[in-house]
């Protein structure tokens, strides 16, 4: 069994690697162009991987830009979203990726911002904020604000409020989106999603109308807090939606 399992992680990794070499000279400087190859990527990777993702929501994404922010358990949360998401999106990711010359390279196509998630240098934490809000003026951006996977943790972490300070006086819509993965495979922290997946994607709201009058600081934590609630409420109605269907 635990053989079988290695077989198939290593197979889906080989075809996600086999798909971007593939497609890597199809990238260009077209957003929408770079997205959809992502997004079919993806979606062959999942048929691969034998996920059934679920994906509810896709009319609440506005037709204006949006910051979509989700719970993050895995790398496959990224997969997952391309797979799903019908508008183009760029994403808030960790600086460390840019590491893998490839996934670079897909990263920078779709205009991904990298932020180096521990330093404490507050001039590279200005450019990030900065960064994010300029994005938002006429692009839609993905946001994990955990901050890091919760792995085999099936509880939500804080979102830290720092990735919220160039989004507090954006006129803009702040979506949740929760994922469901009940079950995972692994090995180490490379972990895989089995059978089902559910995505759900909720109403969204203007940062203005939920943060009271303070100083950018103590608004971007109110955002954070805020929306950790909405992808919160997300998450348990799913979970009355599945308790209902086994009564």
Known sequence: MRIKKGLRLVRVLLVLVFQMLKNYRALNHDLEHNFIICKKI?????????IRVRAEGNEN????????????????DV?????????PVRFVAAKELDHYPVLR???????CISIERYTKDFTKIKESIVEISRALEDSNLVLFPEGECSYENEQMGTFKKG?????????IQVVPCFIQIQEFEN???????????KAVIGQGFNPKEVVEDANRKIQSEQLADYARAQV?????SIAVAYDNSQE
């Not at 090995?187 to 997946?197: A, L, N, S, T």
């Open 163 to 171: 990735s919220f300070m160039g989004v507090v006086r954006k006129n």
């Open 187 to 197: 090995i180490g922290r490379w972990m895989i999603p089995r059978g089902k997946v």
């Open 42 to 50: 993806c979606q062959k990777v999942l048929r691969t991987a034998g």
């Open 61 to 76: 994404l506005p037709d204006t830009p949006f910051l979509l922010v989700s719970n993050h358990r895995c790398f496959f």
């Open 232 to 236: 919160y409420e997300l998450q348990q």
């Open 79 to 87: 997969v997952i979203l391309l797979a799903m998401v019908d508008k």
């Open 105 to 111: 390279r897909y990263l920078a196509s779709i205009k």
